[in-house]
């Protein structure tokens, strides 16, 4: 906890207050030439953020807002811990529980960008005030225009940055979902370009996947097929995570392989990897029994 300001560290009593009056001067003095008072204040609201980021790890929201609220007042202006201050209050009003608040979040989200308009924090601000836009609440309809401008600015500004590319993904997930032709074409497109152009992306196994889907509508199941098994041999491992695991893909290349492209000896191999790798997983007699069918079938 912060220490108070009428008691210290050790539970006694500040010094006289006359030698406050002294001292005052000096401590402004040392503010404005950037010295200990500052890195004093910087220090303490770098704490503060790190123990708001804790609060809304564990869903206290109104405990990281304190947080975030003391670490604002805490930082010096147009300091980067007070964007940081802003970027954590901001994010806690707009995913809070109960009773959010976007529009104070957008505000703050603004006045981030404001402050360093090329900065880290500018890039993230403005997926987040993208995301307000495409993520309405139940019985609204998204602006979709409105949505892919949104998203097109954090691509146009910060085309490399891992929020550009991220804006990328959601954006052109927009047009797949409609399950439109035209619009399929256009995704493919510019998926194809956005892979060629970002080979070490950790975002290249949502494009395969959204090519995927595009292949879908376009009716080409062969192309969907590669475009799958793609989307899994790009998958960013993540060793910290118990609980991920290749399942579903393996369900979903092997079916496609079997019942859309024909293809038994895709789908063969994706049920059988399936069985070995997940043997107490629901589907495992389902491939089982693919794996029996394609035989008799003489696959």
């Not at 204040?41 to 929201?61: H, M, T």
């Not at 964007?83 to 009773?99: F, H, I, N």
Request: aromatic share 10%; glycine share 6%.
């Amino acid at each position: 906890a912060v220490p108070s300001i009428t008691v210290g560290m050790s539970g006694e009593l500040p010094p006289p207050r006359r030698f406050r009056l002294v001292a005052l001067p000096l401590v402004l003095l040392a503010a404005a030439c950037g010295g200990p008072r500052e890195a004093v204040d910087v220090k303490r609201a770098a704490s503060l953020i790190a123990q708001g980021w804790e609060e809304y790890r564990v869903g206290e929201f109104q405990r990281a807002e304190w947080r975030f609220e003391d670490a604002v007042e805490a930082a010096p202006e147009k300091s980067v811990e007070r964007s940081k201050a802003l970027y954590g209050l901001a994010t806690s009003l707009r995913l809070r529980g109960t009773d959010p608040k976007p529009a104070k979040a957008a505000e703050l989200y603004r006045k981030v960008v404001a402050a360093d308009p090329q900065g880290d924090l500018a890039a993230w601000s403005l997926l987040a005030l993208a995301r307000m836009e495409h993520v309405v609440p139940v019985g609204q309809e998204p602006d979709y225009p409105k949505v892919r401008a949104a998203y097109q600015e954090v691509i146009g500004r910060f085309p490399f940055h891992l929020a550009g590319e991220e804006a990328f993904i959601y954006q052109q997930a927009t047009f797949v979902a409609t399950l439109k032709p035209e619009d399929a074409a256009a995704a493919l497109k510019a998926l194809r370009g956005f892979i060629a152009g970002h080979a070490r992306s950790r975002f290249v196994s949502p494009a395969w996947a959204l090519e995927a889907e595009c292949f879908f509508t376009l009716k080409r199941p062969a192309e969907r097929l590669a475009a799958e098994v793609k989307a899994l041999e790009t998958t960013e491992l993540d060793p910290t995570n118990p609980i991920m695991d290749h399942a579903n893909a393996y369900w979903k290349i092997a079916s496609v392989a079997e019942f859309e492209a024909g293809d038994f000896g895709v789908a063969r191999r994706y049920y059988k990897k399936l069985v070995d790798e997940y043997p107490t997983d629901i589907r495992r007699y389902g491939a089982q029994q693919a794996i029996l069918r394609m035989s008799r079938a003489g696959g």
